[in-house]
DNA sequence: CACCAATGATGGTGCCACCAACAATACACC
DNA sequence: GGTGTATTGTTGGTGGCACCATCATTGGTG
């Protein structure tokens, strides 16, 4: 039997909102598998600010990377708990906390990175790396248009 | 004062599923603006299926849209409640509910794609046509590569 | 008839984005 | 110098989405 299924409504399939999410679902469907039982996107993008841009307050983590402040929170204890971070008061000013990246977390990252760049072949595996580039251009100049906005 | 913020760090920006992330917030940012107090994404995803095919079961609502079974129950049963959608049982196969748009529901399918349309325009406000096309294009040629890779 | 598949439904999980509020601290201005 | 404003870390909570397991009911197949 196995009659055909319909397939996307046009309305959505024309839509680029829905177009994005469905790109974005299996892109996270990819890296959360790739990632399994290690450490989430978000950890990811802290340990990457991190090591990018060294000793660190949580809230120019959270800027940085576009996580809420109190995400950032969660995140960070977490990996100091697994010895990834560590705290400690910032002498200059006494609101601030400043996290540092330990040799293990940086282990880690890489770790993490190594999974995370196997999932990005297996997501664009259908393009070419000058297709990846221009549609990656592109969406860029849409983020960066939004940020503009707001 | 006003030190300059840092950037975004280069192993997030160069990340596909990073960037691609992130405009999927901005999308639903706009979009979620836009329905406020309306409908949400999913219902309207149904509504699109619902007028484009007909009176269909749930689960075939489910498999075109891509929304899981389990979900489309709740979308379904809120919306009938709202007098957008009518439920009988399919007179041929006793396990499928039927599901039918109302007028009313059709009206409100046409009042939610026209403030779907207009965060559309806004997401990309930055791109010509031609380079929102050809960013769609390489979207959809990853979702569907995406789709049979499962 | 026995077995397997599909359907609607219920309940639950985890990740993410976002918001409100608060105490402590820093800073700018008069 | 004291007052108001802003920032920081933190707690707690909300809502949406994707996904999973399970169940009773029903269809279809061998």
């Not at 576009?66 to 971070?85: A, H, K, N, P, Y």
């Not at 000013?93 to 282990?107: A, F, W």
Request: hydrophobic letters at 40%; proline letters at 5%.
């Amino acid at each position: 039997m196995n009659r055909a299924p319909h397939p996307t409504p046009a309305r959505l399939r024309a839509l680029p909102s829905w177009v994005i999410n469905q790109t974005a679902t299996a892109a996270n469907r990819l890296t959360d598998r790739a990632l399994a039982g290690t450490s989430s996107r978000r950890q990811f993008a802290i340990l990457s600010a991190l090591d990018e841009y060294g000793p660190s307050s949580q809230a120019d983590l959270g800027r940085c990377t576009g996580i809420d402040r109190s995400d950032v929170v969660t995140g960070v204890t977490t990996m100091v708990e697994r010895g990834f971070l560590r705290q400690r008061p910032d002498a200059a000013d006494g609101r601030r906390n400043i996290v540092t990246l330990t040799p293990e977390g940086k282990e880690h990252l890489e770790r993490l990175g190594a999974l995370i760049a196997d999932a990005q072949d297996e997501l664009l595996r259908a393009l070419s790396p000058a297709e990846s580039k221009m549609m990656l251009d592109l969406l860029r100049r849409v983020v960066a248009d939004d940020q503009d906005a707001t």
